[in-house]
């Protein structure tokens, strides 16, 4: 006779690589879900119904219209509410499953708070859409020895890695250093089909399953979906030699203070964002590739206003943001523009 919890789940663990015994480690887990908008809000999505027995899900910006044609959690209420998205998602996914925790962190994470965000987590899976937390979440998986899937999506393509301390590769085998502001595509910069971020959701949430069953694979390997055209690469990344990660076990951006400074200016919804080492920006390309929000542009700065947001940014990096309410959502923000 089956417990009623696995009733609920009979066609998951009628498979047999996953059984009964496999269900019970998915109950018994910790997954933690960084960054909850399109990739992210699709892998939490399925693994909240595969019965995952904890969830953390962290996010430091809020719902807005235009998140609406990719991010498969939230509705037009959300928008309209602006509401903080880890706690609209984990709101929604609530419904989904009443028997499962699930304890939604409106936050950007940084090295300062990371260890208590992610604690007791068995995997984290990568919904972020900035490199800066990508290597940060690299390293903070290596010093504790937690495995993580490295996501991406951008433009009609997918990228996707298992990474599984304490042997690489890891990201930075893959991307050594943190490329400039400015460089990276983002999805505010090439845009995104809808449908992609969503399968690529599905693709880490069932390889979040292999994880926590045991069933990953030996060597992961670095797999590239071009879905417009349908191009599929398997790429076995090979260790870096020298890789200050997975190879020297020296975790600069846990250690690190965090990467900009970001400052309240008092009394006018303001805040101030001075990047470290950022060097100069292409004021005139980062204006030329920017397509959301209104823009105005002089010699020595850009200023975009969305979403009720303005931001001014210098050629030095330095930016000021007003309107947005809160501190992450103004980096959030910055981040867009500069591609972070
Ligand atoms: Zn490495």
């Not at 809000?41 to 807005?64: E, F, K, P, S, Y």
């Not at 499962?100 to 962190?105: C, M, R, T």
């Not at 045991?214 to 979906?225: D, F, K, Q, T």
Request: charged share 20%; net charge neutral; proline share 6%.
């Amino acid at each position: 006779m089956l417990a009623a919890d696995d009733h609920r789940y009979r066609r998951q663990s009628l498979f047999p690589p996953i059984g009964l015994a496999g269900q019970r480690r998915l109950g018994a887990a910790t997954v933690a879900v960084v960054g909850c908008g399109a990739t992210g809000g699709a892998t939490a999505q399925l693994l909240a119904r595969a019965g995952i027995g904890r969830l953390v899900m962290v996010d430091r910006d809020l719902v807005a219209e235009d998140n609406l044609h990719r991010q498969v959690l939230f509705n037009e209420s959300d928008a309209r509410e602006m509401r903080p998205k880890a706690e609209a998602a984990a709101a929604h996914l609530r419904e989904v499953n009443s028997q499962i925790k699930i304890e939604p962190a409106v936050a950007h994470l940084h090295a300062g708070n990371i260890d208590e965000l992610l604690a007791g987590t068995d995997l984290v899976v990568d919904g972020t859409d900035n490199v800066a937390t990508r290597f940060l979440l690299n390293d903070w998986a290596f010093a504790n020895t937690i495995p993580w899937i490295y996501v991406g999506a951008v433009g009609g393509e997918g990228m996707l890695m298992p990474v599984a301390p304490p042997h690489g590769p890891c990201l930075r085998c893959l991307l050594p250093e943190p490329p400039p502001p400015g460089v990276l595509a983002t999805c505010d910069t090439a845009g995104v089909v809808g449908p992609v971020p969503a399968a690529m959701g599905a693709m880490a949430a069932t390889e979040a399953i292999k994880l926590v069953i045991g069933a990953g694979e030996r060597e992961p390997r670095l797999r590239s979906i071009d879905f417009w055209h349908w191009r599929v690469h398997t790429i076995a990344l090979p260790v870096r030699q020298g890789c200050p990660t997975c190879v020297e076990g020296r975790f600069e951006f846990l250690e690190a203070q965090p990467g900009s400074r970001l400052t309240e200016i008092c009394g006018r919804d303001s805040y101030q964002i001075v990047p470290r080492d950022c060097g100069s920006l292409d004021l005139a390309w980062i204006a030329s590739r920017w397509k959301g929000g209104n823009q105005t542009r002089s010699k020595s700065f850009i200023r975009i206003e969305e979403g009720g947001m303005r931001l001014v940014l210098f050629a030095d990096g330095r930016a000021l943001i007003e309107g947005a309410g809160e501190a992450g959502r103004a980096q959030a923000f910055y981040d867009r523009v500069v591609g972070a």
